[in-house]
């Protein structure tokens, strides 16, 4: 990736992972209702982020997506919401 990226879009693919990340580590809590909203701003984020980040990971095998495309989804997640 750093071979095609500038380091700005490094920096939010990696917040992109983080938050996914984030999520994961979180998602028993999250999913029996233990977390709290606004205990963590972090996970806050993550949480409402979630279902774009699955949508951004996932394409069907047949689709493609130019690196342009990607890198504008990814920008429009990341300040979206």
């Known amino acids: ?10 920096l939010k693919a990696r917040e992109l992972r983080s938050l996914y990340s984030l999520y994961q580590q979180n998602k028993d809590l999250i999913s029996v209702g233990a977390y709290q909203q606004g205990s963590d701003p972090r996970i806050d984020k993550a949480i409402i982020k979630n279902p774009a980040i699955l949508d951004f990971l996932q394409q069907n ?3 493609a ?12 997640l990341l300040i979206s919401g």
């Open 61 to 63: 095998m047949n689709d």
């Open 65 to 76: 997506v130019d690196i342009s495309r990607s890198l504008s989804e990814l920008d429009t």
């Open 1 to 10: 990736m750093p071979d095609v990226v500038d380091e700005q879009r490094m």
